[in-house]
């Protein structure tokens, strides 16, 4: 949290997150596509990657992961330059090996039942898997209710998640909403070895697009 970093949002999702704060990357029924999206191959990403006098660069959603194939190269020639990498996923697709060599954090994001998203759908046992073998994989679970903290527990005793790289985070997109469960939420982190993290852009810029 708080690291300099340019952002490449990718648009589409594999999944449907009721209280989803990105869906004007996915939710072709209420945003329109050719208004949000910007068309660019992987050059053209590269150069406006480049005009950031930053070399940390967070890959985000949607589900980016649906593009792997795309981004591998531009991993590739942006590393040998020494930019690094973090990629947002909400854990459903197995990372391949031109990925897992350049991208030094996964920052992953498994849903809940909450969410809205079905199990087969939010719960992917390889990919799920494949996460909790790598070093540089954090958890996040999005909290909306106290119960969530009982579905995390059992993801977290039945995909073996490293308890001290699980995080919780309150659902909610004003400052007011997060403060609200941010009480609770941080005396379970306390309770059972979690990571609390509060969402650092909502508190200082609300939800701002763009920010
Ligand atoms: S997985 Fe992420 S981008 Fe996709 S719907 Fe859920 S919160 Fe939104």
């Not at 340019?6 to 589409?12: I, K, S």
């Not at 795309?70 to 020639?77: N, Q």
């Not at 197995?94 to 849903?111: A, E, F, T």
Request: aromatic share 10%; proline share 5%; with cysteine.
């Amino acid at each position: 949290m708080g690291v300099p970093s340019v952002f490449l949002r990718l648009a589409t999702c594999n999944l449907a997150c009721r209280w989803c704060d990105t869906k004007y990357t996915w939710d072709w029924q209420n945003f329109d596509y050719a208004t949000e999206v910007v068309d660019l191959d992987v050059g053209d990403i590269e150069r406006r990657i480049r005009t950031f006098d930053c070399s940390h660069v967070v890959i985000t959603g949607g589900e980016p992961m649906l593009q792997q194939a795309e981004l591998e190269p531009l991993l590739e020639s942006l590393a040998s330059d020494g930019y690094t990498f973090e990629v947002e996923t909400n854990g459903t697709i197995v990372p391949q090996s031109g990925m897992l060599r350049h991208v030094g954090q996964w920052n992953v994001s498994p849903k809940l039942r909450t969410s809205g998203n079905g199990q087969e759908e939010r719960e992917i046992p390889l990919a799920l898997e494949t996460f909790a073998q790598l070093p540089g994989a954090y958890f996040k679970f999005v909290a909306s209710v106290e119960s969530d903290v009982d579905e995390v527990c059992a993801l977290r005793d039945k995909y073996s998640l490293p308890t001290d790289r699980v995080l919780l985070m309150p659902e909610g997109r004003t400052p007011d909403a997060l403060q609200k469960k941010s009480s609770w939420l941080s005396e379970a982190c306390v309770k059972h070895g979690f990571r609390f993290s509060t969402r650092l852009h909502i508190i200082l810029w609300g939800d701002e697009r763009g920010r």
